[in-house]
């Protein structure tokens, strides 16, 4: 069975309501070439995405992650994606790859210029083993994210809260973690907060509580994040959003980095400084995150 698999996807209009979007899905030879020269998700990384956890060709969290989708879309004036038909692309996708853990990712990109519509595809493969990352965890290193809390509100044009197909930022603040010695990082506001990580909710631990930055623009609503809470929740802890200073991630009694694909790792270090962690609650989460959801 190949590995790897692409879906062209047609955006039809968000009021276009109909039963089946088959025909608006076109499978791609992922080795061919598939998009103009003129693309602006490539030449300006202007677009929208989302990376989905499938195990054993069950997505994860599908509403959420449409939804986010649409979020972002709103944010960047991109016309309204068709709910129905992105869940209906996810549910083709992922039974495209084989068993075990994969990713199914959308993208909606603005198009080509003077094009007839947004452009949009699917990708479908193998995900990276991060079995041993989820049992030995991640040490970080907080990082300034060159801003203060208020940016968002204050210059929406910069999108944050949006999951732009703009990573080089997030990249280079890993490759600045790896630089330093530590295996992540964690996003610091000029003012002092903490934010995220850059492809990773961060959740705190304090005494009885859980705790995540809450998401009022300046960072991703993580889809995980949202999951855990909800398992949490279920198992009688108390959760909760709020402002949080890089010296609550220090003091923490446990801190964990949660994202869709390398699921809960727990934070082992914070800029050098050993951070406790709890080994039993990782393992819980992760056999939550990895059961159909
Ligand atoms: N924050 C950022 C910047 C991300 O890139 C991601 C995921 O890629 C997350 C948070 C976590 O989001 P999710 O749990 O939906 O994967």
């Known amino acids: 069975m190949p590995q790897r698999f692409a879906l062209m996807i047609t955006p039809v209009d968000a009021a276009d309501a109909r039963d089946d979007y088959s025909d608006t899905f076109a499978p791609m030879d992922v080795e061919a070439p598939a998009l103009s020269v003129g693309e602006f998700s490539t030449q300006r990384g202007d677009g929208v995405f989302e990376s989905i956890g499938v195990i054993d060709g069950h997505a994860n969290e599908v509403e959420a992650h449409v939804q986010r989708l649409a979020h972002s879309a709103e944010i960047c004036d991109l016309p309204a994606p068709n709910l129905e038909q992105w869940r209906q692309a996810v549910a083709t996708a992922a039974t495209l790859v084989p068993a075990g853990e994969a990713v199914v990712k959308l993208i909606l990109s603005r198009g080509v210029e003077h094009g007839p519509a947004p452009t949009a595809w699917a990708t479908a493969s193998p995900a990276p083993d991060f079995a041993a990352v989820r049992r030995g965890g991640v040490r970080v290193v907080t990082l300034d994210r060159g801003y203060d809390l208020d940016a968002a509100r204050r210059a929406p044009w910069l999108l944050l809260g949006a999951k732009t197909l703009s990573y080089a930022v ?47 623009g300046g960072i991703l609503h993580g889809t995980t994040q949202l999951s855990v809470y909800e398992h949490l929740e279920s198992r009688g802890f108390r959760t909760r959003y709020a402002t949080l200073t890089a010296s609550d991630l220090a003091a923490a009694d446990a801190a964990w980095l949660v994202s869709s694909i390398r699921l809960a790792v727990a934070i082992t270090a914070v800029d050098g400084a050993p951070l406790a962690s709890d080994p039993a609650l990782t393992a819980e989460l992760n056999a939550f995150l990895l059961s159909p959801r």
């Open 170 to 216: 997030n990249m280079a603040a890993l490759r600045e973690a790896h630089r330093r010695g530590a295996d992540d990082a964690v996003f610091v506001t000029r003012d002092g907060h903490v934010l995220e990580a850059p492809t990773a909710s961060l959740i705190l631990r304090i005494g009885d509580e859980f705790v995540t930055p809450a998401p009022s």
